[in-house]
């Protein structure tokens, strides 16, 4: 999951609770579809103070365990 803004040729990636994709209503669609495959953050960006990236992906992976949680939580 990523989020991005801008658009076509013109748009920065940022974190997933910096974009305009609401990730609970598209965890619900997955839910409801019967998905269960694995659900990972996608081109995380980058940060001097994270030059492997790691705090960036757990921060995805993190904030993807949200969305997930809260649509559990409304069955």
Do not use: N, T
């Amino acid at each position: 999951m990523k989020a991005i803004r801008g658009g076509l040729d013109d748009y920065c990636e940022g974190l997933p609770d910096e974009g305009a994709v609401d990730f609970v209503k598209v965890i619900r669609i997955l839910q409801d579809a019967g998905f269960s495959g694995s659900i990972c953050p996608d081109h995380m960006p980058k940060h001097p103070d994270d030059p492997g990236g790691f705090q960036a992906y757990a921060y995805g992976y993190g904030y993807i365990k949200g969305p997930i949680q809260a649509v559990h939580s409304q069955v």
